[in-house]
T-cell receptor, first 111, second 117 residues
Framework: KQEVTQIPAALSVPEGENLVLNCSFTDSAIYNLQWFRQDPGKGLTSLLLIQSSQREQTSGRLNASLDKSSGRSTLYIAASQPGDSATYLC??????????FGKGTKLTVNP | NAGVMQNPRHLVRRRGQEARLRCSPM?????VYWYRQLPEEGLKFMVY????????ESGMPKERFSAEFPKEGPSILRIQQVVRGDSAAYFC???????????????FGPGTRLTVL
């Protein structure tokens, strides 16, 4: 059974700092991995999708990496801004259509 | 192109009542997924549907919960005789028809927050 863990559960940083969020999964037989952002009381916004054959994806200040063999992914946020404050969720897709989510990392960027 | 639509956004029910949650997928998407997010928990898969078919309901509680995606109209998640433990955010996602060898991105709606009094 696939399990996804995100560390840390919460993170508080000053504005401008570069930061890394971690995601690990127990079953390396995945098809893809997605990083999402969730604002309080809102839905999920997809940030990056990495297919199993890929090592990383970049979008603006965000860079996500994937190491399937070790069951790890990282989300790197450069030059963090207060507007980046949100909960970041990692989800993997295995041999079915469903996504398995971690519990998320709650990020606070202080001005 | 409108995103995934869910309504209502907030729903309050008393114990024993029925809750009916609606999801309209993105235009051109024929796959719908329902997820539940309990307080302080991650999102958990409930059910995956295509038009008029339930493909995977392995995450759906065996009693009181049902889902449908009719040929016309939105997908409906129905919870009968709600209990306090059903209070959660229910998210719907959609994706287009899957091409062979690929797994499409799922696009999420804003969710319905169900509160059971």
């Amino acid at each position: 059974k696939q399990e996804v863990t995100q560390i840390p559960a919460a993170l508080s940083v000053p504005e401008g700092e570069n930061l890394v969020l971690n995601c690990s999964f127990t079953d390396s037989a995945i098809y893809n991995l997605q990083w999402f952002r969730q604002d309080p009381g809102k839905g999920l916004t997809s940030l990056l999708l990495i297919q199993s054959s890929q090592r990383e994806q970049t979008s603006g200040r965000l860079n996500a990496s994937l190491d399937k063999s070790s069951g790890r992914s990282t989300l790197y946020i450069a030059a963090s801004q207060p507007g980046d404050s949100a909960t970041y969720l990692c989800a993997v897709r295995g041999g079915s259509e469903k996504l398995v989510f971690g519990k998320g990392t709650k990020l606070t960027v202080n001005p | 192109n409108a995103g995934v639509m869910q309504n209502p956004r907030h729903l309050v029910r008393r114990r024993g009542q029925e809750a009916r949650l609606r999801c309209s997928p993105m235009k051109g998407h024929s796959h719908v997924y329902w997820y539940r997010q309990l307080p302080e928990e991650g999102l958990k898969f409930m059910v995956y549907l295509q038009k008029e078919n339930i493909i995977d309901e392995s995450g759906m509680p065996k009693e009181r919960f049902s889902a449908e995606f009719p040929k016309e109209g939105p997908s409906i998640l129905r919870i009968q005789q709600v209990v306090r433990g059903d209070s959660a955010a229910y998210f719907c996602a959609s994706s287009p028809v899957r091409q062979r060898g690929t797994y499409n991105e799922q696009f999420f709606g804003p969710g319905t927050r169900l509160t059971v009094l």
